[in-house]
């Protein structure tokens, strides 16, 4: 099973940047398809961001195109989320989360998960 940690969350103003990490362990995560999803509080988990095993392929949710970018080190075993252009409504908690096949956007479609990392943006 992988195991995944994310970091870099923090409090930033609208219009900043933050650049989150989620390191996997236990098996490498090379043949994996990789997910960022956040949760603001009250809310339903939504996807945000994925990147196919070989980085050839992402895709975004319409909310983040264009100012947020995933991509992935498989020699690290670590995907990223850079985040720029920051709005109060980006503030979630944000999870990584790997599915063992094509990518996908559905919370159910992926098999393991992250204990996620806040991020907050304040106006």
């Known amino acids: 099973q992988v195991q995944l940690v994310e970091s870099g969350g923090g409090l930033v103003q609208a219009g900043g940047s933050l650049r989150l990490s989620c390191a996997a362990s236990?098996?490498?995560?090379?043949?994996?398809?990789m997910g960022w999803f956040r949760q603001a509080p009250g809310k339903e988990r939504e996807f945000v961001a994925v990147?196919?095993?070989?980085?050839?392929?992402?895709y975004y949710a319409d909310s983040v195109k264009g100012r947020f970018a995933i991509s992935r080190d498989n020699a690290k075993n670590t995907v990223y989320l850079q985040m720029n252009s920051l709005k109060p409504e980006d503030t979630a908690v944000y999870y990584c989360?790997?599915?063992?096949?094509?990518?996908?956007?559905?919370?159910?479609?992926?098999?393991?998960w992250g204990q996620g990392t806040q991020v907050t943006v304040s106006s």
């Open positions: 990147i196919s095993s070989s980085a050839a392929y992402t």
């Open positions: 989360a790997g599915r063992n096949g094509f990518w996908a956007t559905k919370t159910n479609d992926y098999d393991y």
């Open positions: 236990g098996r490498t995560f090379s043949s994996d398809a």
